[in-house]
């Protein structure tokens, strides 16, 4: 499921985890650094926020057509990862997403992310 949804973010720019929270890719402008003559390049940047949110329709048929599974299924799904997975970092685990980075919880129980 990482996987699906580290592509689903990629592609739409944001992603609600009922449980969990939002994700949210913004693009950071060019820098220029005038004392060494340098420009830099714009960059994305993955905002995560521990949020209350609801599972989202597009994100549900998102995960129906990558596993080729009907919405109500893919739904049930999600909801059961998003548990398990809050499960997980309640024991101190990390949650990776390929090339994107991981969850995990601190010392003060918040959801944090890292890129």
């Given at each position: 499921?990482?996987?699906?949804?580290?592509?689903?973010?990629?592609?739409?720019?944001?992603?609600?985890?009922?449980g969990?929270?939002?994700?949210?890719?913004?693009?950071?402008?060019?820098?220029l650094?005038?004392?060494?003559?340098?420009?830099?390049?714009?960059?994305?940047?993955?905002?995560?926020?521990?949020?209350?949110?609801?599972?989202?329709?597009?994100?549900?048929?998102?995960?129906?057509?990558?596993?080729?599974?009907?919405?109500?299924?893919?739904?049930?799904?999600?909801?059961?990862?998003?548990?398990?997975?809050?499960?997980?970092?309640?024991?101190?685990?990390?949650?990776?997403?390929?090339?994107?980075?991981s969850?995990?919880?601190?010392?003060?129980?918040?959801?944090?992310?890292?890129?």
């Amino acid at each position: 499921m990482e996987k699906i949804i580290a592509s689903y973010l990629v592609q739409k720019n944001e992603c609600s985890l009922p449980g969990i929270g939002h994700f949210k890719i913004t693009t950071k402008s060019a820098q220029l650094d005038i004392a060494n003559k340098k420009l830099f390049p714009p960059t994305d940047e993955i905002i995560f926020k521990e949020d209350e949110v609801h599972l989202r329709k597009d994100l549900v048929s998102y995960v129906s057509l990558q596993k080729k599974i009907h919405e109500n299924d893919a739904a049930e799904q999600i909801n059961n990862w998003c548990q398990q997975s809050k499960s997980k970092m309640d024991l101190g685990e990390k949650i990776y997403f390929e090339s994107i980075g991981s969850l995990q919880k601190n010392a003060a129980g918040n959801i944090f992310f890292h890129k």
